[in-house]
């Protein structure tokens, strides 16, 4: 006989839930009102819809750990819209620009600690990942912009000497030298107007590989931890009570002289069994993670390979990606959880970073003023 699921208990906690959305969302992300409502409301949905999913089918497993799970996605809801605005919209402060230790003191702030830490520890609690790998993940996270930023500003070493004349004057040059680089990449101009360009701005007569943009870099940064992040949640969630008690009624045929009463049961108590990426069989798993990592990598580091040929590698990479979770989700559709999704979106934004111009903000023909005298 199942015990009674407190149901009241839970709608409290749903509420707390809300509230406690709302208020990180818009005070400590820093959305606007309406967009902090939206998303509250979508996920105050998804709750009710899980706390009846687990009344009607007395899943003392979910009961269990669903509180942990809404808890940690709360948090981490925050955490992932802060990103965003921070990292697509640009909504960046000026300490956040700074490369070095001020660009890490910025990111590294008291809120973003708190709120780490708190999301580290309920998500090695509610998806059983050790703590040590969860608080690691999330400040890795913390600090990939403030990183990407210091080791693309070699020129902070002070290799000038102190010269300020040639700090003011770096850095127009410099931005109207990404903006000939970025028209360079997109096609707009040939390779011999490009350096014609470079050669009146003052650059060097051979030109420097192209650079991926800034919009490319986050769409691949974030791709890249969400394939990370879906490969150590769960996959695959199994109640192996009620999958046991499918099987022996789908195998007790019925046989004359017997009554339904004497039909055998079996019941595990409310086990719940995950799969996570890593535990996938054939190393399937580590093969989407290296996929999307791998091709993110390539893209952020190795500047000097042609967009061609990095374009057949993520093709390659993200095909062999998808089928395998097409092949997935479809042979296990009613056990997915929420390792799959995130990976798909992951592999979604590398895809389109790599393949999509709209990635990078359109700009004007432009042609420096330099290249006119």
């Known amino acids: 006989m199942h015990s009674q699921i407190p149901v009241i208990h839970f709608l409290h906690a749903g509420g707390v839930a809300a509230l406690a959305t709302l208020f990180l969302l818009r005070f400590y992300s820093g959305l606007k009102w309406k967009s902090a409502l939206a ?10 819809v899980q706390v009846t999913r687990m009344v009607r089918s007395h899943d003392a497993g979910m009961e269990q750990t669903l509180l942990p799970v809404v808890a940690s996605l709360v948090a981490g809801l925050a955490i992932a819209a802060k990103l965003y605005r921070k990292w697509l919209a640009a909504e960046l402060t000026g ?31 509610a998806f059983h990942v050790p703590v040590v790998t969860t608080v690691i993940l999330t400040f890795a996270v913390f600090a990939l912009y403030p990183g990407i930023i210091t080791l693309n ?9 102190g010269n300020s004349s040639n700090n003011t004057a770096a850095p127009d040059i410099g931005r109207e030298r990404d903006r000939v680089l970025r028209m360079l990449e997109e096609g707009k101009i040939s390779p ?6 470079l050669k009146a701005l003052g650059a060097e007569a ?23 992040f879906g490969f150590l949640i769960p996959w695959l969630r199994v109640d192996v009570g009620a999958e046991m008690n499918r099987a022996v009624r789908a195998l007790a045929m019925p046989l004359e002289g017997l009554q339904n009463q004497m039909m055998p049961t079996a019941t595990t108590g409310g086990v719940i069994a995950t799969v996570k990426g890593g535990d996938l069989e054939y190393g399937m798993g580590w093969i989407m993670l290296i996929a ?30 998808g089928v395998i979770l097409l092949y997935v989700v479809s042979s296990a559709f009613r056990f997915l959880s929420f390792g799959a999704p995130v990976t798909l979106v992951g592999y979604v934004l590398i895809g389109t970073a790599a393949f999509r111009r709209k990635v990078i903000p359109k700009t004007p023909d432009y042609v420096p003023a330099a290249a006119t005298n």
């Open 206 to 228: 051979q030109m420097s590989p192209p650079q991926v943009s800034v919009p490319r870099q986050r769409f691949f940064l974030i791709g890249a931890l969400l394939v990370l």
């Open 292 to 321: 999307g990592l791998g091709t993110s990598m390539l893209w952020l580091f190795a500047p000097t390979i042609d967009p061609a040929t990095k374009r057949t590698v993520t093709l390659v990479s993200l095909v062999a990606g």
């Open 95 to 125: 300490a956040e620009r700074t490369p070095g230790v001020a660009g890490f003191r910025a990111w590294f702030s008291g809120a973003n600690l708190v709120l780490g830490i708190v999301f580290s520890v309920l998500t090695a609690w």
């Open 192 to 197: 011999d107007d490009g350096a014609d360009l």
């Open 153 to 161: 500003a070699p020129e902070l070493a002070g290799a000038d000497g």
């Open 39 to 48: 998303l509250t409301l979508v996920g105050t949905v998804g709750y009710a």
